[in-house]
């Protein structure tokens, strides 16, 4: 595999550069898409864009892993098998996209007027037309599989935890909605990058490819780019998480200072461009409580008076230097980034969710 890939943090700097272009850009999609995964109803602008960022720099490089992998197969285009080879050594991630598979077969029979009853004997009796993805997966796994394991994922019916907390952070959710909020919700929760094939393709700059990806690697491409924002949303959470001080936890103060201590020292300058921001303030000088004596030597009080005005100038410039008070409850950008430096890590609060795949050293959120 090729070792020139960069990591997601460090080219999310540079693919920045395609939203001043004409470049289609997801952004406002993508905060929908968080709203309905667990973010604020009114996620930040800059954190989607930023996800937008990670989301096309893995998918550039895995379509760049693929495309080498359909080299050495002697294929002219990237295909499911590329895809599913890259990702055969993480079987939850891969019952999931198998599960995607046939319930994308199982829609197309529907949108084609085939009976249930029908479908369903079809894929008891292994027809081609009626499960053709599901057939393709099964007939290039069962090529390279020398253990059963990855046949064996077929037959698992395993409960997918990582769903069910998805589903029961989004119920804990819907509880507090009234009706027009909750139709915003299903709305945000019915998109997805396949519904867009177009665009999403112009995105990834399908065109300058020289082995383009076929229709069916485009769908899980498209699936892998929701998966990445589900589990970004996932591991941002988390980290806000344990950002939160903790009554009795003597611990919780040692995570928050370091998780300031390192973004302070990753953005550099960045940092003193704020200089009023609540982590860049120091804690106001305590007063003496008024009483009925002179407060200065005129005996007048305008020096307590300038005082309070002071700090409630200096209150205000910090709200909005910072905006954070305004936006509490919405997944911040530096979350992301401690979710993505915690997850590049093999050990950690985020090990258990680290990728199996590590070809050229970026660890994959979707693979």
């Keep these: 595999m090729s070792n020139t890939a960069a990591s997601p943090m460090s080219t999310a700097t540079s693919s920045s550069g395609r939203g001043s272009g004409k470049s289609p850009s997801f952004a406002s999609e993508l905060q929908s898409m968080m709203f309905s995964l667990g973010d604020a109803r009114r996620p930040l602008h800059e954190t989607a864009v930023l996800v937008e960022d990670v989301i096309h720099t893995q998918l550039i490089n895995l379509l760049q892993q693929a495309a080498e992998v359909s080299q050495l197969r002697g294929a002219r285009v990237i295909s499911a098998e590329d895809l599913l080879f890259l990702m055969r050594k993480d079987k939850k991630k891969l019952r999931r996209l198998l599960k995607y598979m046939f319930f994308r077969d199982y829609k197309s029979k529907i949108v084609k007027g085939i009976d249930e009853d029908d479908l369903l004997e079809d894929k008891l009796s292994g027809s081609n037309n009626a499960n053709k993805r599901q057939k393709i997966a099964q007939d290039f796994l069962n090529s390279i599989d020398q253990t059963g394991e990855l046949l064996a994922i077929f037959e698992d019916d395993e409960i997918d935890e990582v769903k069910q907390e998805r589903m029961e952070r989004a119920e804990r959710q819907t509880r507090i909605m009234d009706s027009a909020q909750y139709a915003e919700f299903s709305e945000s ?21 020289e082995i383009k990806p076929n229709v069916i690697a485009m769908e899980i491409l498209a699936y892998l780019a929701y998966e990445t924002v589900a589990q970004l949303v996932d591991l941002a959470l988390l980290v806000r998480q344990d950002m939160v001080a903790k009554a009795r936890d003597p611990f919780s103060h040692a995570i928050l200072a370091a998780f300031v201590q390192y973004h302070g020292s990753a953005e550099g300058p960045s940092v003193k461009s704020h200089p009023d921001s609540p982590e860049n303030t120091p804690p106001p000088t305590p007063t003496v409580p008024p009483s009925g004596k002179p407060a200065g030597p005129l ?19 910090s709200t909005a230097a910072c905006g954070v008070e305004a936006h509490s409850d919405a997944i911040q950008p530096c979350h992301i980034r401690e979710a993505m430096r915690r997850y590049g890590h093999k050990i950690g609060p985020l090990s258990s969710f680290t990728s199996a795949y590590r070809g050229n050293g970026m ?5």
Excluded: E
């Excluded at 929760?189 to 995105?203: G, H, I, T, Y």
């Excluded at 005996?299 to 410039?317: I, P």
């Excluded at 660890?363 to 693979?367: K, M, R």
């Design 189 to 209: 929760r019915q998109l997805s990058f396949s519904k867009k094939a177009s665009k999403f393709r112009d995105w990834l700059d399908c065109s300058s490819m």
């Design 299 to 317: 005996g007048n009080g305008s020096a307590g008076q300038d005082s309070a005005k002071t700090k409630q100038r200096k209150r205000k410039k």
């Design 363 to 367: 660890a994959f959120l979707a693979c």
